[in-house]
C-alpha cells in the first residue's frame, strides 16, 4: 500500500494541503478543517499508509497543548450569553448521597446552573459553557471518571442523542507515556489518553417530522490529567494538591483512512454510501434503536472542541474556590441541510444543546449512585 503522497509532486491524495511541509507546519489545532492521514501521528495500524511527513508523538503532543495550555477562558474576549436555565426557569438533578450504601442522608436537590458564552465572529466563533459544582453536590473524581476517561465512550452512555459511539483506533498507553515525559514541565502533565472515535448522532425531529438526516462525526479524542493547575496566591503545596484535566477533540477526515483495515472492520460509516451499516457481527449486539437506523444514510459533520476540567481548591465556607468547575468551547459545522438555517438561530440551539450537556452528565453520576446502592443491597 503507498502512502498518502503522490509521488514527488508532494501533494496529498487525500486533501487539497501540500503533505511534504506538514511536518514543520505549526498547524492551529483548534479549527474544523479534519486531520489528514499524514497529520496524524504516528501508529502501528497506520504505518504501511503514512509515509515519512508524519509528526512524532512528542511533536505531535507539544503542538497541541501549546495550543490547549495557551487557552485563557476568562480572558477580555469572551462575551456572556445569559444562563441555562433561562432566567425564571429552574433544572434540578436528585441526588442520592455519594458512597453511602445505608442511605443515612436523604437526596439532593442539585441545580442544573450554566453560564453561555461566545468568543469571536460568525462562523470562526468558539461556543463555551461553564458550569460550577459544589464540592457537596459532586465529587471530582466522579465528574473526572466520566468526562476524561474514554470521554467520547461515556458520551456515548449519558448523551441521549447519540445512538452509537465506536472507538476506532487508540494509541498505546506506553508510548503516550514515553512522549509525555518530554513535554514542557510546566504543563505538570502526568498521562495522557488518545483515540479515535466515530460518533452517531441522531438529530431531533422538526415539528413532529423527520427533516434532517443523522450525523456522523469522526474526531481524534486526547485528554490530558495534570497533577496542578495554577491558584492566585497559593503555595506550591497547595497547588499542587489540585487535579485538572483537558480533553481535547480534532476533526477526522475519515476518507483518509478507508485503506486502513483495522478502521475499516470497526468502522459502521459505509464511506461509499454514506450510510449507517452494521456489519453481521454488529448487528447480533445492536441495540433495537440502532437496528432501527441500520442502512440509512448520514450526513458528515464536523467540529473541534476543548474541555477543561479543575477540581475545587478549598474546603472553607461558601466560596468560588468550594466548586468544581468545567469549561467546555466548540467550533462545529454540522453539516447538510443546517447550512440554511439563519446563524443566530443555530447559534442559540447549540448553546442550549451545550448547556444542556451539563444536566446529562448530572443525571449519569445519579444513575451511577444508584447503581452503586442497588449493589449494596444484594450485599447486605
Ligand atoms: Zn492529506
Redesign the pocket.
Known amino acids: 500500500m503507498g502512502s498518502?503522497l503522490s509521488s514527488g509532486a508532494g501533494a496529498?491524495?487525500?486533501?487539497p494541503?501540500p503533505?511534504t511541509s506538514t511536518r514543520r507546519q505549526l498547524r492551529q489545532y483548534s479549527n474544523i478543517h479534519p486531520l489528514?492521514?499524514?497529520?496524524l501521528p504516528p501508529h502501528i495500524d497506520l504505518s504501511q499508509h503514512q509515509g515519512s511527513e508524519h509528526p512524532t508523538l512528542t511533536e505531535y503532543l507539544i503542538h497541541v497543548f501549546t495550543e490547549t495550555y495557551r487557552t485563557d477562558f476568562d480572558d477580555h474576549t469572551w462575551s456572556d450569553q445569559g444562563r441555562y436555565p433561562s432566567s425564571g426557569g429552574s433544572v434540578t438533578v436528585s441526588m442520592p448521597p455519594f458512597g453511602s450504601i445505608l442511605r443515612l442522608t436523604g437526596d439532593r436537590d442539585v441545580p442544573v446552573e450554566v453560564d453561555k458564552r461566545v468568543k469571536g465572529e460568525g462562523r470562526f466563533a468558539f461556543l463555551a459553557r461553564r458550569s460550577c459544582h459544589h464540592i457537596d453536590d459532586v465529587e471530582f473524581s466522579e465528574l473526572d471518571t466520566t468526562l476524561a476517561q474514554d470521554h467520547c465512550g461515556k458520551e456515548a452512555l449519558y448523551d441521549p442523542s447519540i445512538f452509537d459511539g465506536i472507538e476506532l483506533l487508540k494509541w498505546d498507553a506506553k508510548d503516550l507515556q514515553r512522549a509525555v515525559i518530554e513535554l514542557d514541565p510546566e504543563w505538570r502533565v502526568e498521562r495522557v489518553q488518545m483515540s479515535m472515535y466515530e460518533m452517531f448522532h441522531e438529530l431531533p425531529k422538526i415539528g413532529g417530522k423527520k427533516l434532517l438526516q443523522n450525523r456522523v462525526f469522526h474526531v481524534l479524542c486526547i485528554t490530558a490529567h495534570s497533577s496542578a493547575y495554577h491558584l492566585p496566591k497559593a503555595s506550591d503545596i497547595e497547588t499542587m494538591s489540585h487535579a485538572q484535566s483537558h480533553t481535547m477533540q480534532l476533526a477526522i477526515?475519515i476518507h483518509?483512512l478507508q485503506n486502513v483495515q483495522s478502521i475499516v472492520s470497526r468502522s459502521r460509516f459505509q464511506a461509499s454510501s454514506k450510510t449507517y451499516s452494521l456489519k453481521a457481527q454488529a448487528l447480533v449486539q445492536a441495540t433495537e434503536r440502532q437496528k432501527k437506523h441500520n442502512g440509512n444514510k448520514v450526513t458528515e459533520g464536523k467540529y473541534c472542541s476543548l474541555e477543561r476540567l479543575r477540581e475545587a481548591c478549598d474546603r472553607d465556607p461558601d466560596t468560588p474556590e468550594n466548586y468544581h468547575r468545567w469549561d467546555m468551547m466548540t467550533k462545529s459545522d454540522a453539516g447538510g441541510c443546517t447550512r440554511l438555517a439563519p446563524r443566530s438561530t443555530k447559534r442559540k440551539e447549540t448553546l442550549n444543546a451545550i448547556a444542556k450537556d451539563v444536566e446529562y452528565v448530572l443525571q449519569y453520576i445519579r444513575q451511577q449512585r444508584l447503581a452503586a446502592i442497588s449493589i449494596g443491597d444484594l450485599t447486605f
Open positions: 498518502a496529498c491524495k487525500y486533501c494541503k503533505a489528514c492521514l499524514h497529520q477526515n483518509a
